[in-house]
């Protein structure tokens, strides 16, 4: 098959162990080998592609600081391996006339599988990122004996559906928290069904639905590395990630890597504290203030529909009144998380997204932003809140953005789900 042989030149080692099955070994550029470096400037090639939409050779070679030469055979080989196209021959400019080159859309596929605590997402996404197929579950909590065969039947039927395509599946990402059962009493669910969902291994389950290789990687994590790959982090290098969901949470960009931390799980925002510790009493954390959960207890309390939380009929009567209620709450939390995110990392930027609809980001941003004027800034750089522009749809894309960047990215950092 073509889209492997490209794969095939590309062995590597990977340098540290990570949680996937049959991963795909990943390039590191070595100067002792040539092989490797080959393969390292084909994904540079193709980044650089991704980024800019579409490319002519010449303007390849001064982006990447190859040769025209490297450049030509690296495109040969691309289109050899039918993950680039040909666009339309540019003309009007001076000397000859340029060839554009861009991905090709078919050239490779990725599934997403994202298991949240009151939904589930599948999601099949071409080489562009684009998403071709979508499934969509929702519950009050998942179980386990009906969820995972559910999404067994669905992995199927999205393969099924791309026909003599599914050749080109390079892999499954699984995004889903670190703890699915954590916060119990907060959800109402018996210790024994929050220990059911800690004990399964979600990336092993999943692996044995399928032959194709399966990563997993922490929800948050995942929708970060959309945010970064397909969002805001075209433009920024170094940025706190804050996503708000059922649950609150969040991923942390450093020099355009995603940084996941010992354990794979920086940017557990859910779990900061809300104030300081006095006595024995622990204080409050994040969650329990700036998650579209405790908006959907105010719906709840005022007998108001609560999954308006996550559309428009929040922002408008009669769940107008609660929802600025609860985003006054939020803000002064999120503001705290904001300020103490800049003293540790001195980022350029904070980006705030959510499951929920546009016009209550803005809100959210901008009483965010009011919050952070009555804080002293004295010894620290001002950290910029940018609304994260995937929504929704950033856990699953990011699932399974995990396959292709594994894949084809010039630079593999470990956002993956880290063993022991």
Known sequence: MKLMSMQNRDSLQLHRKVHTTDAPKLLRPRSSNHVGMRAFNERVVLQAIRLNGSLAKAALARLTRLTAQTIGLITTRLEEDDLLIRRERLR?????????????????FSLGVKIGRRSAECLLV??????????????????????????????????????????????????????????????????????????IDLGAKVQAMTDLPVSFAKDTAAAC?????????????SFLYLYV?????????????????????????????????????????LISLASLWELEQRFLTHRLDPSAAYDERAVTAPFQAQTNA?????????????????????IEAVVIDGSFCRPLLALLIARTNEALQSYNWEGLWPASLVAGSVGPDAGALGGALLPLHANFAPDQDLFLKVGA
């Open 92 to 108: 009007g400019g001076m000397g000859q006339p340029s060839v554009p080159l861009a991905l090709n859309p078919d050239g490779a």
């Open 225 to 237: 590395m959309a945010e970064l790959v397909n969002g805001r982090g075209r433009n920024l290098r």
């Open 245 to 285: 969901d059922t649950f609150v949470g969040g991923g942390l960009v450093i020099n355009s890597h995603l940084h996941v931390g010992v354990h794979g799980n920086a940017g557990a925002l859910a779990s900061l504290p809300s104030s300081i510790a006095k006595g024995a009493a622990a204080p409050g954390q």
């Open 326 to 346: 609860w985003v006054n709450s939020a803000a002064t939390a999120l503001a705290h998380c904001v300020v103490s995110g800049a003293a540790f990392l001195d």
């Open 126 to 199: 071409d080489f562009c990122g684009q998403v071709r197929q979508r499934q969509r579950l929702d519950y009050p909590f998942p179980d386990a004996g009906i969820l995972l065969p559910a999404i067994n039947a669905r992995i199927n039927a999205m393969r099924e559906l791309l026909g003599p395509l599914n050749s080109r599946l390079v892999g499954v990402g699984v995004a889903a928290p670190f703890q699915l059962g954590g916060w119990h009493k907060m959800l109402g669910l018996s210790q024994a069904k929050s220990d059911q969902w800690n004990r």
